[in-house]
């Protein structure tokens, strides 16, 4: 395609130099915890690369992961858009609106078809397509239309990668996944709430310059999911030594000891944090006195409550628990009474014995 | 009136209380009480482990006492008990369990064990499933006066002889006295020289006592057999003469199942507490000790040891009282291992000694004694039962043990001080 | 898309876990009541010692062994103490397990280190092994034991092997391997009112029983 300008151009164009990029390069690889000679492999892939087209459909969502992309710091999402794709759509950082906006995106789809990018943040109501609709066109229609001529998904956020906030108990707007609706391409879930700025870049860097990462059970790539929060956690070795903050103002939170029992979900939870953090690397959720909330993980919200330990009954237990006491109570009282009445049979049939009646008449 | 299946499950069934659910609730099958086990450690075979001895009942209670046991029931989970389960019970209830108590006190959750083979005696006797030889002596005592058939006579001439060899009088039925004595039949027929022995020490200490004709004697083969309708009228017999004599106390004497049966069970048997105490007579020994009323002189130098019978000690509480007695005149008084409160039953008691088929077994079961006394090599064996001493005398002809075995009533008399006129009574 | 894991985890803690502790606790109380329903006739012989006071020290005394006795069943003397004080250490003493009971009674305790709790779980793996092995092997265990014996062995094992697995990740997914330590523990729960489980709360009554009964002879118990 001739019309499309390579990165190498582009690059000369901007007046980005040699030595930029390979550092970016390298930050890319550091991040996706590749190996530094997978350095050269990606600056050539991204070199000889054309700029990707890239669909950002925005649904039941709170632009919290676009906000949070927008404060990427290596690659920054500057970095991404002028030096590896074409954000062709956009709501929230596009300059068009209404329908010169949903032009770029038809005339986006039109001339890459079947090549261009989805990435998509909130879920999608099916109850009735009405509860969201963008320009009159409900985001199940529009995810459909767009997806079908896309290379691939990204399903940025925990909304759009498993329904998030929006499929919480009791979702009334019938909220799901787009790997709900889309079955025939490939998608890359990217949860979060929001995911963590580098991961989103790193995710889309690592499909532009390598292709589709390596997908767990969740379809979240392994480079960032693949360890549970707890295991990489500073706070850990309090863990083991069985000191706990037992409250958000104790001598134990105070110490700095482990969230556990304040609820923190960094066992169930695969996520970058504990390594990568947030805000070029200054701080992470447990960092900072939280408990994790376990927000990478499907139907976090109704995972038995943020602030309840993973190792407490999560339901009304304590209520159920008393019933039965009395129950058994009752049951006990009633079989004890059988019991008695048994031992009160037997004495009644009870005939005084000499002697000369303990043995059997032969 | 028959001895049948159902008045002996029925027997059983009157048998079970808190105590003996929460003991069938509690096992494990940690089968600890088989390493306590006298029958057991002597032959090492599986089938005396104590808590199987006691099986039957377990059963009854599961299907009749939990509502858990009788839905399991329905579905023919637990099986019912029959005649032949009985009888196959017999031996183990009845041959292989003195009843010494000795798996009641290491069971880890507590069982008594000993206790609910007493009960478990309650159904085999009524389903007719006891010793013949129980049930005969249960027919001599409860038609006559002892389980030995008519001792009336020998009580007489027994007592004639003490009061010639001591010059003591000991009155019969006299009302109003300090206490009634009573005596095992083994005493009167075997061992009466504790008639002279009580004399002299009682006489000494100033106190009054006497015989009651009609209830001289102190066994109760109803605790044995397990027939509680027969224990109780052997015990409302001594608790009528006591009552009627008017005297303070009744002297239990040197054997082990009748204080159980007079003391402990008695009064549940009849359905009140007594008007008058009951006390071993160790036990009065022991307080007229303490007392200054019962003195000794001189010392025995002889290598003496202590049985304590299971009765008495383990199951009765009295462990250092004959041995405060044994110290007053013995020079080389030694204990042997797991003397006390642990101590190995001599294999009689139970009426396992009087149950003739069970007489191999017994004797089996004695090498835990023999083990004891072999390491301490002792002259001579005193104890406080008449029917442990009748056992060791029987057993020690036959395993040719050359030791003597001497009551503990009549040792102390042969060292009693009669000089001292310090105290007492005068003569 | 879900994290079966996870649901499963949920499913064992939310649910599961309300039927085990109904059925547990609505089983013991049943059979506890009708112990104790049944009662038993007053003694009318005047006691010699203290009963209630020797009945309650049974409860405690009880605990340690008989003198002498040790060396003549020392798998289940060792084993068992072994077993029940790792058990113990291990579920009274693991923080996530206090959190439990700070939820459910508002009380909580210091948590010990992984060490101890780890070493106390394996020790009491191992001593589960060899009270499993003499059960085979030893004549009288072997003769007592029945289906349910083992079936005790198993579901006391169960939680052991499936939390020492979850905490130190040594295979499975880890929140899956949580999923199955609780329902393991739910197990226990449930079969608790129905087997020789029960032996861990009628103790206290068969002690004490034991040492009233003795205890108003003056014997020692």
């Known amino acids: 395609m001739p019309n499309k300008p390579m990165l ?114 909130g879920s999608i109501p099916i109850k009735d397509p009405g509860y969201s609709t963008i320009a009159g066109i409900s985001n199940l229609d529009m995810l459909k239309d767009t997806a079908a001529g896309a290379a691939a998904i990204v399903s940025v956020g925990t909304c759009a990668a498993y329904g998030g906030v929006g499929h919480a108990d009791p979702n009334p707007t019938g909220a799901v996944a787009v790997s709900e609706i889309i079955k025939d391409k490939p998608i890359i879930n990217v949860p979060g709430c929001p995911p963590i700025p580098v991961v989103m870049t790193g995710v889309l860097a690592h499909f532009l310059s390598l292709g589709i990462p390596e997908l767990d059970e969740l379809g ?112 006990g009282v009633a079989g004890g009474l059988l019991a008695k009445a048994t031992k009160a049979k037997a004495a009644k049939a009870h005939e005084t014995v000499d002697a000369h009646d303990l043995e059997k008449s032969s | 009136m028959t001895a049948t299946l159902e008045r002996g499950l029925n027997a059983l069934r009157e048998q079970i209380d808190a105590p003996v659910a929460s003991f069938f609730s509690s096992c494990v099958s940690c089968g600890l009480c088989a390493e306590a086990c006298l029958f057991y450690r002597a032959t090492e075979d599986p089938k005396y482990i104590p808590i199987r001895k006691v099986e039957l009942m377990r059963r009854i209670w599961s299907r009749e006492f939990t509502l858990l046991g009788r839905i399991a029931g329905m579905f023919g989970l637990v099986k019912n008990v029959t005649d032949q389960d009985l009888s196959d019970w017999e031996t183990l209830v009845y041959d292989s369990c003195t009843m010494c108590g000795r798996c009641t006190l290491v069971c880890p959750v507590g069982n008594d064990i000993t206790m609910m083979i007493r009960k478990m005696r309650e159904g085999m006797s009524a389903a007719g499933h006891a010793p013949v030889e129980l049930i005969g002596a249960a027919q001599r005592h409860t038609d006559g006066n002892s389980p030995m058939g008519d001792l009336s006579k020998a009580i007489q001439a027994q007592v004639k002889n003490a009061i010639n060899e001591t010059g003591i009088e000991i009155e019969f039925d006299k009302p109003g006295v300090d206490y009634m004595a009573i005596l095992s039949a083994q005493e009167i027929a075997e061992f009466p020289d504790v008639l002279a022995a009580m004399a002299r020490i009682f006489k000494k200490a100033g106190l009054t006592w006497t015989i009651a004709s009609d209830a001289f004697e102190a066994t109760n083969v109803g605790i044995q057999l397990g027939s509680r309708d027969v224990a109780r009228k052997l015990v409302q017999r001594v608790v009528d003469a006591a009552e009627r004599l008017g005297v303070k106390g009744v002297i239990s004497p040197e054997c082990g199942h009748a204080y159980q049966a007079l003391r402990w069970e008695g009064p549940n048997l009849i359905g009140r507490a007594y008007n008058f105490e009951v006390i071993h007579i160790v036990e009065l020994l022991d307080k007229l000790r303490a007392e200054g009323r019962l003195k000794t002189k001189g010392k025995n130098s002889q290598r003496v040891t202590f049985h304590d019978p299971c009765q008495i000690n383990r199951r009765g509480g009295i462990n250092k009282e004959p041995r405060r007695l044994l110290n007053m005149f013995s020079e080389d008084f030694v204990e042997t291992d797991d003397a006390g409160t642990f101590n190995w039953c001599c294999g009689g008691g139970g009426g396992v000694g009087a149950n003739e088929r069970a007489e191999p077994l017994r004797h089996q079961a004695f090498k835990m004694k023999k083990v004891q006394l072999d390491k301490v090599e002792p002259d001579v064996v005193v104890t406080m039962c008449a029917y442990c001493h009748h056992t060791l005398d029987n057993v020690f002809e036959e395993f040719d043990m050359e030791q003597e075995i001497v009551g503990l009533t009549e040792l102390v008399a042969e060292y009693l001080d009669d000089d001292d006129a310090g105290s007492g009574e005068k003569a | 898309m879900n994290n079966e894991a996870f649901d499963l985890l949920m499913w064992a803690r939310g649910p599961a876990f309300d039927i085990a502790i109904i059925i ?109 092995y003499t059960r085979i092997s030893d004549p009288i265990r072997r003769s007592l034991t029945t289906f349910d014996d083992y079936i005790v062995l198993i579901l006391s094992a169960l939680p052991l092997i499936t939390g020492y697995v979850a905490v130190n990740k040594l295979f499975g997914d880890p929140t899956f391997m949580m999923a199955l330590h609780v329902l393991s523990v739910n197990a226990l729960l449930i079969a608790f009112p129905f087997t020789k489980l029960m032996h861990a709360v009628t103790f206290v009554m068969a002690r004490y029983y034991n040492g009233t009964i003795q205890g108003r002879k003056g014997a020692e118990s």
């Open chain 3, 24 to 132: 547990f606790l609505g089983g013991i109380v049943l059979r506890v009541v009708e112990i104790l329903v049944l009662g038993r006739k007053k003694d009318m012989a005047p006691p010699k010692g203290n009963p209630v006071g020797q009945g309650i020290r049974t409860v405690f005394s009880r605990t340690s062994p008989p003198e002498g006795l040790v060396k003549f069943a020392p798998i289940t003397y060792i084993g068992g103490y072994i077993f029940h004080i790792g058990f113990f250490i291990a579920f009274f003493f693991f923080a996530p397990h206090i959190a439990l009971f700070e939820d459910a009674f508002g009380i909580s305790w210091p948590g010990w280190g992984r060490a101890i709790i780890e070493g106390a779980t394996a020790l009491a793996l191992l001593a589960l092994i060899a009270l499993f």
């Open chain 1, 8 to 121: 190498k151009d582009l690059m000369k164009t901007h007046g980005v130099s040699r030595r930029a990029f390979m550092k970016y390069c390298a930050s890319l690889a550091s991040v996706m915890a590749l190996s530094p000679a997978m350095v050269p492999r990606i600056a050539e892939a991204l070199e000889n690369a054309p700029r990707t087209s890239v669909i950002w459909l925005s649904f039941q969502e709170c632009t919290g992961c676009t906000e949070a992309i927008t404060r990427s710091h290596a690659p920054t999402i500057e970095d991404m858009i002028f030096n590896a794709i074409s954000l062709d759509y956009h709501h929230t950082l596009q300059a068009a609106s209404g329908h010169a906006a949903e032009e770029a995106r038809e005339h986006a789809m039109k001339e890459h078809w079947g090549e261009y990018l989805v990435v998509v943040d």
């Open chain 1, 220 to 331: 979240r790539p392994k480079a960032f999911f693949g360890n549970a929060i707890h295991d990489r956690c500073y706070r850990r070795p309090f863990y083991d030594k069985g000191l706990f903050a037992n409250g958000f103002d104790d001598e134990g939170a105070k110490e700095g000891w482990c969230l556990y029992k304040l609820g923190c979900k960094g066992p169930t939870t695969k996520a970058a944090c504990a390594t990568v953090k947030w805000n070029n690397g200054v701080s992470f959720p447990i960092e900072a006195g939280h408990p994790c909330l376990g927000c990478t993980e499907p139907d976090f919200w109704d995972n038995g409550g943020f602030y309840k330990p993973l190792s407490v009954p999560s339901g009304d237990y304590r209520r159920l628990g008393l019933a039965a006491v009395a129950g058994g109570a009752a049951a």
